[in-house]
């Protein structure tokens, strides 16, 4: 069924390196992406790739 196909995903992270600025846990999270709308995003954009699935979200 569905375990045949190859699964896709994205990592949603820091980048690999020392965080230099100072903030908040928010503003660093902002700072470098790692939001839920950035993660709806990239979601959305993996089930288009993997199932053809066309969405109205933005």
């Keep these: 069924m569905y375990f045949d196909r190859p699964k896709k995903f994205r990592r ?3 980048p690999d390196l020392f ?3 100072y903030g908040s846990q928010e503003s ?3 700072r470098y992406g790692v939001t839920a709308e ?3 995003t990239t ?3 993996l089930l288009k790739e993997t199932s053809g699935i066309k969405s109205g979200i933005k």
């Design 12 to 14: 949603l992270a820091f």
């Design 19 to 21: 965080l230099e600025e």
């Design 28 to 30: 660093s999270l902002k």
């Design 38 to 40: 950035n993660a709806v």
């Design 43 to 45: 979601v959305m954009s």
